[in-house]
């Protein structure tokens, strides 16, 4: 807080900062609303035992800095402060023992016993500041005048307990049980805060100007010390939080006070000597921190090729001392032990040694493979220097440790341009390689191929293991690539699973087939991660130069593109880029540009598929899918926007529109035909794990509306439940508890797991039109359906049977007691207006008499299911 470097001003204002945080924290306790639970602090004497201790030890090195400095310092204003401080040390020491809860001391232990030694000790505290504050400065030249302070003192101390333990009555009452304070109390208390106030003010006028001593800290703690006695004037328990910090602000004022002293007697003419040290060492020591203090080593050789001076920088640099190094030639055969090496640098050392000595040049730096004494190597870089005239002959070699320089270019390298799990060259590093061989490719007029490499089903290894261990398995797969390929090849990671490799200088197509096969089977070989083997495969996108792009970006896309296609068709293969996979391309990127704008531009329609009980071939429900009329396009497949819906996001927005469009019509349809009509609404997991979706809308639209939740059926697939996290089983909940039912969609083509029915309230389970189409035919398809519908009617689960196309199928479905049915056999899906029209047409239809019927045509059936 005080350094002698600082001006009286900004001592004054670093001060005033500290100052106001223990104020504002002051008027935070004091006005805050006071827990009841620090009213009274349970066992509150250790504490204030340990609170007490620490002061005691800081009033005792305020003391023993002071006294211990005499000799040097002889001023009598710190000695009678610390002779003071001696006495508050003796003083809270009684205090503490005569503090409620303590053992008696003399007499019994009790807070008005206490309370008098506290304000014993805050008033010779108060008298201490005034020795550096009132009394003017003084030298102590009597070496027995401390003596007679510190006896003064004592004497005094010894006076305040002798009435205090033997003649209490004689001190008014402070402190009254179940009351509180007295007036006298309170008036002491105000008496020694004027009186800190004044002191502090004092020392602020002093230091306005250069004092010997650190009065801002000085005047500082007289404010600390009275914010100390303005929280003993508000507790009306000695164990309440006011006298805890009333407590600790005694404490810091304390320390700043001994802050102040020891700053005054040690460490402001400890650090006045350690400048003068520090200057006179300066003064001596300039050449030697040129050469012999430098980290630069020094050699210095004669016109007779005798060494004469090695600074000690060398010594420490390369192992060799003087007496090993005596001549010239001797530092050539050590540092250089190959003589080849050694013959090639010598001539060119000689060589531009000459340049120097003709004179008017400088010395061209050479970079050196050093080697120590230890054996270790060092790089180094060297130049040389000749001397002036009245040390002719003389030349100064200067030799610079460039090793861990050199070394951290070097893995500042590495970590620009290589992956730092597999050490293949990354993606910068790739597509420089790429540059390059695209212009050698175009230079010569040969091919280059470029193979797109992407692990299959990596992320499940990631998900089911771990990442660490999907780490070792990118190590693996990248060591069997290195060994596999030839070493001409730039294999390269370029991020995540995905590899890259360069071949140039082809004539023929063929000659990457056979490179193609080679990464194929390296890859399908079983990786052994710790107690697990796994087997995966790769599939490999290829693209040519400059057959298929001539710019590396474009034929990095073209690869990527290629790829795609390889996973589409199955996965461990390689795919060729096609000019149609462009186009596809293009396709899929107009769409992905196109849809964003779709629900703005209003260009998506719901369509309802009639679904009919199978006992009275009523329709009871209907299936809600969405359609895109696209303007220029016409109707776009479901199969094509829906995954890039949910790519990119917009499922979340586009199943909401979906959900508001069918409640609406739901409504209608309820009100007007059916009170018990059903729509179903197929819901995408990119849905259900959003952070954009509200899952808690549809309950509340329902309610708000006044339609019941049993209007709605969800849709879902069991993919979703194979990775249902919490989230999803919390919206699967609300869905239940508002009444909204759910089906399980395709059942029977996925994971099929008992497990879901059982974890999950599953309302509905939808046979996957796969198993229906067969129908009579195949047996086997019957005996999945029939099983289907006897699993499901055991655990209370109602059963739809999707694609019904026939009368024939029908009957059968019927048979084996499936509940609803849906499909071309029954009606094609169809806009609102459509099933309107059927209602109205009419009510309470029956929509087939084991005919076909066709009741409104649309251009995408069942199998095109999303919303």
Known sequence: MFCPNRSPKSRTLLMLRYLAILLALQIVVALAPLPDGWKGIANYAPLHTLLETLAIVVSALVFAVGWSVYQRERSGNLMLLACCFAGVALLDVLHTLSYQGMPDFVTPSDPQKAIDFWLAARGLAALALCSVTVLPDWDLQRTNGRWWMLAGVLAAVAGAAWVVLFHADWVPETFVPGVGLTGFKRISEYGLITVYLALALGLYRRGLYPQSYDVQGLAGAAIVMALSEIFFTLYADVTDIFNLFGHLYKTVAYGMIYRAVFMNCVEIPYHRLYQSKQALAASEAKFHAIIDASPIAYLLYDGRNHIAYLNPAFVETFGYSRTELLEWEDWWRKAFPDAEYRRMVRSDWEERAQLVLSGGHGFPSMELDVVCKNGAKKIVLVNLVALSADLAGHQVVILSDITERVRALDVIWKQAHLDPLTELPNRSLFLSKLAQE??????????????????????????????????????????????????????????????????????????????????????????????????????????????????????????????????????????????????????????????????????????????????????????????????????????????????????????????????????????????????????????????????????????????????????????????????????????????????????????????????????????????????????????????????????????????????????????????????????????????????????????????????????????????
């Open 438 to 867: 695209s212009a050698a490719a175009a230079k010569s007029g040969l091919r280059m191929a470029l193979l797109f490499i992407d692990l299959d089903r990596f992320k499940d290894v990631n998900d089911t293991l771990g990442h660490f261990m999907g780490d070792i398995l990118l190590r693996e797969a990248a060591r069997r690539l290195r060994q596999a390929l030839p070493e001409a090849l730039t294999l390269s990671r370029i991020g995540g699973d995905e590899f890259t490799v360069i071949i140039g200088g082809m004539k023929e197509k063929p000659e990457v087939e056979a490179i193609a096969r080679i990464v194929l089977r390296g890859l399908a070989e079983p990786f052994r991660l710790g107690d697990d083997t796994v087997y995966l495969s790769a599939s490999i996108g290829i693209a040519f130069y400059p057959d298929d792009a001539r710019k590396s970006d474009e034929l990095l896309k073209n690869a990527d593109q290629a790829l795609y296609e390889a996973k589409k068709r199955g996965r461990d293969r390689f795919s060729y880029f096609t000019s149609e996979l462009q186009q596809r391309a293009q396709v899929r990127l107009r769409l992905l540009s196109e849809l964003h704008a779709a629900l703005r531009k209003d260009q998506f329609e719901v369509y309802y598929q009639p679904i009919v009980d199978m006992a009275t071939l009523k329709i009871v429900k209907a299936e809600a899918l969405l359609r895109w009329r696209h303007p220029a396009l016409g109707m776009v497949s479901p199969a094509e926007f829906i995954p890039l819906a949910e790519e990119t996001g917009l499922i979340v927005d586009i199943g909401e529109w979906v959900f508001d469009t069918v409640l609406q019509q739901a409504a209608i349809w309820r009100r007007l035909y059916d009170p018990e009509f059903q729509v179903s609404i197929n819901k995408s997991p990119v849905q259900f794990l959003s952070a954009r979706y509200d899952y808690k809308r549809w309950p509340e639209d329902l309610a708000r509306m006044g339609i019941s939740g049993a209007a709605m059926v969800v849709e879902i697939t069991e993919s979703l439940l194979l990775d249902a996290n919490d989230i999803v089983r919390e919206q699967l909940q609300a869905f239940h508890a508002a009444g909204i039912q759910v089906a399980l969609d395709d059942f029977g083509t996925g994971y099929s797991s008992l497990t879901y029915l059982k974890k999950f309230d599953i309302d509905y389970i939808k046979i996957d039109q796969a198993f229906v189409r067969t129908l009579p035919v195949n047996a086997s398809d019957m005996a999945v359906c029939e099983a289907i519908v006897a699993m499901a009617h055991k655990l209370g689960i109602l059963v739809v049977a999707e694609g019904i196309e026939t009368g024939e199928q029908l009957a059968l479905l019927q048979k084996i007691g499936c509940d609803f049915g849906q499909g071309y056999h029954f009606a094609k899906p169809m806009p609102a207006a459509g099933l309107t029209a059927i209602f109205e047409k009419a009510p309470g239809v029956v929509v087939c008499n084991r005919k076909r019927a066709n009741l409104q045509s649309a251009q995408f059936s069942t199998r095109n299911k999303y919303n």
